[in-house]
């Protein structure tokens, strides 16, 4: 059961512009400001005022790389939205799971610039504990008191919904009853936007998922965290339950680094609906992987034509990332963030930016305006670079 | 020196300048050992020194540092 939740994004510092903004159909994307000199990305969906020190001390700060803070302040939403805090047994024995498509950049690119740009012989000597990948787990161990297992994983933008699926695993074997799950990044680094650059996937305009005139993704930062724990641990504490993780896909295509393969996709959703126990009929949204580009968004409706045959018709498929922008690691997590309160309240969040129908992308977007819509049964994609492929699936909640 | 030193290990340690005297012990300024690292790193920055490993273990109070900093920089 999903019982807290968590958000740090361009939409907003926690969850309730998080969600007031995706049903608004309100996009987070703006120029970048200052522009990055030598860089062609000239947008993005970065954090709106956000400031390190209305959250840490300087003391925490010097340990805390910016992926490392996004995860901590989500994760302490999710526990207080769950009705937890820090000593309680329920958090102390809790897991970790944080995935992060790029770890601790915004270290170890400060670090290289010193190294190769001004030639300094010493770099400082926090740079490995700051800036290791695991570090977002290990902090939010530290800075909530958690001693259960705790570990980052790291599958490109699949990371959070990864991180979510290993909870429900640890879950449902008995090794844990509770379980703070998602994923972070922070990507606007140099070294990351030149590289983004350099793969030609990025628009300069904004994402316009599944629309005729899209031209590309656009880079975010954030965290997503979900509390997750037993129904029996929820209600034996009286938690408030959003919405049900009733199962989950995951395949890997063995096919290409960078292009999305109809076939893994199919696989992944097939087992979701397997898994949990769902027939293609009982869908009624999916939050759509949707990046923006030409080949993720023709693949993916493919592939959900493929498997949902006629009913794909009748299903509502949005993309949130029109609006908190693909964030990587953290997108995914976001998403099923997004999808959770989706279930909960009984609104579709839009495809935001959308202009126009391609042909090749036959569905029902949601296009620009949020839909009240009973959903019984959702799912949130996620197909990451590699072809991991990695798909949640999210049941209405009734006691 | 040691009004510079002060100022570098007020940096990094939850302490004021005026806190840092010669013969205070620098665990008792909040210094652990990974803020150790960081003052040594601050130290050499400030100084533009390089502090050699083996000298570490001798410096338990603001004066060895000052007394290191002296013999290192002749």
């Known amino acids: 059961m999903i019982t807290g939740l968590g958000s740090v994004s361009a939409l907003g510092l926690n969850v309730s512009s998080f969600w007031d903004e995706l049903v608004a159909g309100r996009p987070a994307i703006k120029p970048l400001v200052p522009a990055v000199d030598g860089v062609k990305i000239s947008v ?13 001390s300087t003391d925490e700060l010097s340990l805390l790389d910016r992926f490392s803070q996004l995860a901590v302040v989500a994760s302490k939403e999710a526990i207080e939205d769950a009705g937890l805090s820090a000593g309680d047994k329920a958090i102390t024995d809790a897991a970790v799971i944080i995935g992060s498509g790029c770890g601790g950049k915004h270290t170890d690119e400060i670090t290289y610039e010193r190294l190769y740009r001004q030639n300094s012989s010493r770099v400082h000597p926090l740079t490995i504990p700051k800036g290791m990948p695991s570090a977002a ?17 790291s599958s490109a933008c699949a990371s959070g919904a990864h991180a979510i699926i290993q909870g429900i695993s640890m879950i449902k074997s008995g090794l844990v009853d509770v379980a703070l799950v998602g994923a972070t990044d922070a990507p606007f680094t ?23 005139d899209r031209d590309g993704m656009i880079l975010g930062e954030g965290a997503g965290m979900l509390l997750l724990e037993t129904e029996e641990h929820a209600k034996a504490r009286g938690a408030k339950i959003y919405a049900e993780l009733s199962g989950c896909g995951m395949t890997s295509d063995a096919h290409h680094i960078t292009r999305p393969n109809v076939s893994g996709i199919v696989k992944a959703m097939g087992k979701a609906l397997e898994h949990a126990a769902l027939n293609p009929g009982e869908v009624d949204y999916i939050n759509a992987h949707g990046t923006a580009t030409q080949a993720n968004d023709i693949a993916e409706t493919e592939a959900i034509n493929r498997l949902f045959q006629g009913h794909a018709q009748k299903l509502a498929v949005s993309s949130t990332k029109s609006m908190h922008g693909h964030a990587l690691g953290a997108s995914s997590a976001l998403e099923v963030v997004a999808t959770t309160l989706a279930v909960h309240h009984g609104i579709i969040p839009p495809t935001a930016n959308f202009t126009r129908a391609d042909e090749r992308c036959n569905l029902d977007y949601v296009p620009n305006k949020a839909r009240h819509q009973t959903i019984n049964n959702a799912l949130s994609n996620s197909f990451a670079f590699g072809g991991l492929n990695a798909v949640v699936a999210l049941k209405r909640y009734s006691t | 020196m040691l009004n510079k030193v002060a100022e570098t290990i007020a940096k ?15 665990i008792d300024l909040g210094i652990d050992s990974l803020k150790a690292v ?27 540092i000052l007394q290191n900093l002296g013999d290192i920089s002749r």
Request: contains cysteine; charged residues 20%.
């Open chain 1, 44 to 56: 993005g969906a970065v954090l709106p005022d956000y400031q390190p020190e209305d959250y840490f």
């Open chain 1, 137 to 153: 787990a290990s902090m939010v161990s530290l800075h909530l008191g958690i001693t259960g297992p705790a570990f980052v994983l």
């Open chain 1, 190 to 212: 140099y070294g990351l936007l030149k590289s983004w650059d350099a793969i030609r996937v990025v628009s300069n305009d904004t994402c316009r998922p599944f629309s005729f």
């Open chain 2, 12 to 26: 990094i340690a939850p302490c004021n300048v005026e806190d840092v005297k010669s013969e205070t012990k620098l």
């Open chain 2, 38 to 64: 960081s003052v040594l790193f601050e130290l050499e920055e400030a100084f533009d020194i390089e502090i050699p490993n083996e000298l570490i273990p001798s410096i338990v109070t603001v004066n060895d």
